[in-house]
Every structure is written in structure tokens, then in C-alpha cells.
């Protein structure tokens, strides 16, 4: 057995080899004990996985890895494996360790094949633990031992495991008529360090930010004691401030367990920006829906605009598509030429409300200007921000509907507005030209989430010849070009053969083509057709990477397809929806800090080629987007292999093989419409079969159908 400390982590790599004749499965059983004593307790291990496949680990694997130190390894007989130890903070007292620790390699029916011991050491008192919130200084803002009154923070001891934190111990806050103050946690550091943050996600989230930083930010945890890397930065005279989440119905259930703070040499720094670093060769485009953003933000001042836009500049985003509306709604801009949406508005379903609604978005445009707002900002951060329509929905029968489509039935069909009547491109022009007025840098019409406006290619081109002539007017005016970029249906998806973008590139009518999925199909449409159109015309090409939850997952399956569309030829990367990956996790907006730089993007795959074969052999599936509802038609279950390399799979559905591989990406059915039905409602087992060698790894899964 070997044993090294990650400089990052301070967790433990510790490597054993499996027994030549061991079987296809093996139990491994983890345990450390003070030296010398045997007195042997469960160590809180994982197996070595990827970023991926960890997001993908089930809650009872988790489990039983972190309580019960066992876990599986498959096809593993004489390879070397490793587990990953963290002693926080029952092996670390003082922050010290010095340990046995046992790895024990066993049968499914529990005979032992073998077993190592060895001892780990390590001086980890450097490390900053924050898991005394009792020491904020907002003093009269934190109760202990009585119940919490309005705008107070509860700061609670003695919890029993069940509770999922570290010492029993934890901070609190319940909404209220009063919202939670912010709590400030005074430190005094002096050079970078490595910012990790736990607590249990059953008990609520937290948002975060130090005293120098411009927004907040959500780096929780997935799973209790589970530590997520927020951030590396210097902490020169930085205090820790603690904010209470909110959503679209107010504030919700803020918690905390501990935050981690690991001094990082400069060298370290270093190794950790070279990820990102590379000749930045690549476009990338994200579209930025303010109206998503203010559903859950309470918006009530200009300055909160530039939050979200630090983040976009921080992913490296360079083009921000900023969404203003669907032709036929109320707008989510300052606008005089239709009416704003000023009130309650309804929302898409969560997983926790089928029919959410609220009234954020409304008070965001009581108080605030969007659009001129976020321009001003943008250029500030040196972000492009485009003005995008949606090219069509007006929510007939909703908060959202306009009274443009209230007023003029006769203009729509079924919930979109006509582009073939003159009336309605009129209509749609005159807020184009509104938001250039206001100073829009470019123009972008998005046909793909809703094409039912279009009755055909001519009338696209239409609209796209008029939307041209509106740009070059205001281009002229300024003595610069406004550059227009439309996303529209790859082919295959709802109404594509009525987006003729060979015409809009060969005319010049758009700048940037951005082809797209819809929802989880089509995720990997041919890339060769669109690659021809932009051939000898100055328009880019920058195909689709969908980032909403039924996408492709981060770091992996995203970064599989940037991969092949970089290795294609075009010219970046459009993300839709980016903001759900912006703003959402930290580690998803360094993943798309990548996109820039095709070289960074292919260091990570030299990367995982490297890793890969240390890590535990295993097969992952990508969950439904509504678990307890199962896998609806308009979503694809991905496949992801660990530990081996990407060969040949098949997919067993109930005892009948479904689908064969030769190589990725895996995705259960095809990724047409017509693959809706491919798992039926109800429960199956799926068994999947990946090459490995001269042999296959083969799991079994239990999932369901949406009905």
C-alpha cells in the first residue's frame, strides 16, 4: 500500500492492488484507528472518480461510502486501485493525523482475499476551519439554545448523525416576515487559499461572498459532508459574509456546516490557473434569460444587474444574449413601444412545484431598467450584449401575454404571432429598433425554442432580409456594424426546414449562426451541413451546447461534444441556456471558463486519458430531470463509463437488447422525436454492457418512465 496527501484537497490517496483472483466484483472495507491501538472505525472514503461520475453517484452509495467506509470495484482483479481518505475531523485532531489505516478486499459474500495496513501522517494545521458561527459579529443577529426569533440566525449544538453535520453543530436560518440579516465571519489571512463548503443539503444552502466581492455566490453542498472547491484566491484583509438564499417565493431555509480555507503556495496557484490558460481561439456566446435570473433574485436595484454579469465575464463569456421577450409577450425591458410585465408572472415547473409563480420579475421592472442597465455594465466588464427576441409565444391565457396578441387574434396561430403578415414584422422590427435606441450592441433572434411563428423559408428570409436593413441603418448612424446572430432548429428539430441558413450566411443577413437541440434531443445534431453554409462568407458558426439540466452534464458529456464540434472546425460555442451554469454551481462556471480555448479544452481530455485508467471502473447514468416522476419523452438518458475506455456498449431494456455503441456519445434510443416512447412508463432494468479488454463491465439499473 502507498499513501500520498493532495495539496489541494488535504484528503488522502491511498493505493492498494486486488488480489489476481479476485472475481468480477469485490467488496472494499475502509477503516482507521488511532496508532497502534486497533481501535478500528469507518474511514470516510470515496473511490477515485471523476467530477462527473461523482455528480452522478447515487445518495446510497454516498452513504455508504462516508459512513460505513465500503464501497465496490469491478473487473479490478491485479490492478492497482485507490481510495480517497478524508481524516477530517475525526481522524485530525489539532490538525494533525497520524493513523493506521486498513484496506481490507473482500468477496459479495464477505471471505477476505486480502488486506493491507499502513500509516498515514500529515500536518494539516495550516488549514482554516470555520465551523463556529457563534463568532460572527453581528452577535445579536445569532441565537443559541432557544428558539430564533424574526431576522435572527440559529446557531444549534448537540445534534444527533441524523442531522448530517460535522461535531453536531451547524448555523441555521428560517424565513420569516423579517429577512435573515447578512453575517460577517472576521478572519485575518494573509496570501491564496483553496475555499471548500459543506453543509447538508436536506437543512437548506447559503449564499457567499468576502468582503471585497461584488456578488454572491452558491457553492453547496450535493450530499451531507460532502465539500465543495467554491474558489482560490488571495484572502488579503477579506472577512467571510454569509447571505440567506432566496427563490420566487421569498426567502428560503439557509444553512452552513463548516467552510475550509487550505493555504496555496503561488506555485500552486499557478498550476491550478494553467487549466484555464491557452491561446483564446474560440467565441463563445450565452444566453443570459434576466427574466429565469429575477425569478429567484429579490431585484430591486440597477447596481444588482452587474451581479450576474461578473459571472458571465468570470466563465469568459464574450457575446451575453440577453433575452428581452417572445414577440406576443409582455417584455421583461424598459420599454414604451409594448407593455412590460409589471406584475405576477408563472413560471416553468421545479421539482418541488408543478405551477410556480411570482412576483420578482414584475418588481424588477418596477424599479429597474434591464436592458439600458446591463449595457452599461457590460461594456464596463468589456462583454458584448446582444438585444434577443424570442421569434415567437405569446402564453395565450397567462400572466405573460401581451396585449398586442390580446388585441389582434387575428395575427396569431396558436400561440405565435404571424411573421407573413407585415403587421407583425412591423410589430417585431419597431422593438429592434427600440432596443438599438437604448443601444443595443447587436441583434439576435432565437427561431428554435418556439419556430411556429414561421410558415415557411421564405418568410424567414423575409424577416431576416428586413431585420438586416434595421441593423445596417443604425451601423451607419454609429460607424460601426451591428452584428446580428440567430439561433434557430438543427436539423430535425420542430420546424427546421424552415430556417434557410445557407441564404442568411451567403447574403450576409446573419453574422453568427448558432444551430440548436431542443429540450434533450438532437444534443448531437451533424455539425458537417452548417460547417458547409459558413464556408468563403464572413458569417461564424457557433453551434449549440445545451447547459439546461436535460443537456449534456458538465465537465464530461459537455465537454465530449465541445471536443467534437472544436475538432469540426467552427468558430466557438453557443450555450443555452449559459446562466443556469453561470450562476449555478462554481465548478460549472469553470468548466465553461474552458470554452474559450480549444487548447484548454483538449488539455482536459489529455487529462482524463491520463486519470481514466486509475480510476474505479464503473457506469453512470445521467438521472431524470424530475426523479420521483422517471424519464419523460422529451429527454434522453446519457451514458457515461468510468475507469475504461469510451469502446463499444450495449443497452439491455428488460432482457432485449435496445441499442449498440461503437463509441460514444451513449445515449438510450436515438435523439429524435421519434425516440420519445423509447422507455415506456412504469418500472424496467436496464443493463448496461461496456467493453473492457477481452471482456465486458456490466451493471444493472432499476429506472422508470414518466407517464
Not at 107 to 131: C, K, Y
Not at 249 to 264: E, N
Not at 304 to 318: I, N, S, Y
Amino acid at each position: 500500500m502507498k499513501a500520498r496527501l493532495d495539496p489541494l484537497t488535504r484528503y488522502f490517496h491511498i493505493t492498494y492492488r486486488v488480489p489476481k483472483e479476485a472475481p468480477a466484483e469485490v467488496g472494499v472495507v475502509c477503516a482507521w484507528s488511532p496508532v497502534g491501538k486497533n481501535e478500528w472505525k469507518a474511514a470516510k472514503v470515496t473511490p477515485l472518480l471523476s467530477e462527473l461520475a461523482l455528480r452522478y453517484t447515487s445518495d446510497a452509495d454516498w452513504k455508504q461510502w462516508q459512513e460505513q467506509g465500503r464501497l465496490v470495484e469491478r473487473r479490478a482483479a491485479g490492478l492497482e486501485r485507490a481510495v480517497v481518505f478524508n481524516p477530517y475531523p475525526e481522524a485530525q485532531p489539532n490538525g494533525r493525523v497520524d493513523v493506521d489505516f486498513r484496506v481490507q478486499v473482500r468477496t459479495p459474500d464477505g471471505r477476505e482475499l486480502s488486506s493491507g495496513q499502513t500509516r498515514l501522517q500529515a500536518d494539516n494545521s495550516d488549514v482554516v476551519f470555520i465551523e463556529d458561527w457563534s463568532k460572527v459579529l453581528q452577535q445579536k443577529a445569532v441565537v443559541s439554545g432557544k428558539a430564533a426569533e424574526a431576522g435572527q440566525w440559529e446557531w444549534r449544538t448537540g445534534q444527533s448523525a441524523e442531522a448530517g453535520v460535522t461535531f453536531g453543530s451547524a448555523l441555521y436560518g428560517q424565513p420569516g416576515a423579517v429577512p435573515l440579516p447578512q453575517l460577517t465571519y472576521p478572519l485575518d489571512l494573509r496570501g491564496s487559499y483553496a475555499l471548500f463548503v459543506c453543509n447538508a443539503p436536506q437543512a437548506g444552502s447559503i449564499r457567499l461572498r468576502l468582503t471585497g466581492d461584488e456578488r454572491t455566490d452558491a457553492p453547496n453542498s450535493r450530499r451531507p459532508g460532502e465539500e465543495v472547491l467554491w474558489r482560490w484566491c488571495r484572502m488579503d484583509r477579506q472577512h467571510l459574509v454569509l447571505k440567506p438564499p432566496h427563490t420566487y417565493t421569498g426567502y428560503t431555509p439557509a444553512h452552513i456546516d463548516y467552510v475550509k480555507l487550505v493555504p496555496l503556495s503561488e506555485t500552486q496557484v499557478k498550476e491550478l490557473d494553467a487549466a484555464f490558460s491557452g491561446k483564446r481561439d474560440k467565441l463563445v456566446a450565452g444566453y443570459w434569460e434576466p427574466y429565469s435570473w429575477a425569478f429567484v433574485e429579490n431585484v430591486q436595484e440597477p447596481l444588482q444587474h452587474r451581479e450576474p454579469l461578473l459571472a458571465f465575464a468570470e466563465a469568459g463569456v464574450q457575446i451575453v444574449d440577453s433575452q428581452l421577450g417572445r414577440f406576443g409577450m409582455k417584455v421583461v425591458y424598459e420599454s414604451r413601444a409594448t407593455d412590460q410585465l409589471f406584475y405576477s408572472t408563472i413560471g416553468d415547473p421545479t421539482t418541488d412545484d408543478p405551477n410556480p409563480t411570482t412576483d420578482n420579475v414584475g418588481r424588477m421592472q418596477q424599479y429597474t431598467n434591464t436592458l439600458e442597465t446591463e449595457l452599461r455594465y457590460a461594456h464596463d466588464l468589456g462583454l458584448n450584449l446582444y438585444a434577443n427576441f424570442g421569434a415567437s409565444n405569446a402564453y395565450p391565457g397567462t400572466p405573460l401575454q401581451g396585449d398586442i396578441s390580446k388585441k389582434h387574434p387575428e395575427w396569431m396561430r396558436g400561440s405565435a404571432m404571424k411573421f407573413e403578415l407585415p403587421e407583425v414584422r412591423a410589430y417585431a422590427l419597431s422593438l429592434y429598433r427600440e432596443a438599438l435606441e437604448i443601444g443595443a450592441t447587436g441583434l439576435s433572434i432565437d427561431y428554435c425554442r418556439y419556430p411556429d411563428c414561421l410558415d415557411s423559408a421564405e418568410t424567414g428570409n423575409l424577416f431576416m432580409r428586413e431585420l438586416r436593413h434595421l441593423a445596417d441603418e443604425y451601423a451607419k448612424r454609429r460607424g460601426k456594424p451591428v452584428p446580428i446572430l440567430v439561433r434557430f432548429p438543427a436539423q430535425g428539430v420542430h420546424l427546421w426546414q424552415f430556417c434557410d441558413y445557407r441564404t442568411w450566411a451567403r447574403e450576409g443577413l446573419a453574422d453568427t449562426l448558432c444551430p440548436s437541440n431542443l429540450q434533450g434531443r438532437h444534443l448531437h445534431f451533424p455539425i458537417g451541413p452548417y460547417v458547409e453554409a459558413v464556408r468563403g462568407t464572413k458569417c461564424r458558426l457557433l453551434p449549440v451546447v445545451d447547459g439546461l439540466d436535460w443537456g449534456l452534464e458538465m465537465p464530461g458529456l459537455f465537454l465530449w461534444r465541445v471536443r467534437q464540434l472544436y475538432d469540426a472546425g467552427v468558430d466557438g460555442i453557443y450555450v443555452y441556456q449559459a446562466d443556469s451554469r453561470v450562476l449555478g454551481r462554481p465548478e460549472d462556471r469553470r468548466t465553461m471558463r474552458l470554452l474559450g480555448s480549444s487548447a484548454a479544452v483538449r488539455r482536459w481530455w489529455e487529462q482524463d486519458t491520463k486519470l481514466r485508467p486509475r480510476c474505479s471502473k464503473g457506469i453512470y447514468l445521467r438521472p431524470p430531470s424530475y426523479p420521483k416522476e422517471g424519464y419523460h419523452g422529451w429527454e434522453r438518458m446519457h451514458v457515461w463509463l468510468e475507469g475504461i475506455p469510451m469502446g463499444a456498449v450495449d443497452l439491455i431494456l428488460d432482457g432485449k437488447l435496445a441499442a449498440h455503441f461503437d463509441g460514444p456519445p451513449y445515449v438510450f434510443g436515438r435523439e429524435d422525436a421519434a425516440a420519445d416512447s423509447e422507455i415506456p412508463p412504469g418500472e424496467h432494468t436496464l443493463t448496461v454492457r461496456a467493453r473492457d479488454g477481452d471482456g465486458w463491465l456490466e451493471q444493472t439499473f432499476s429506472i422508470r418512465g414518466a407517464k
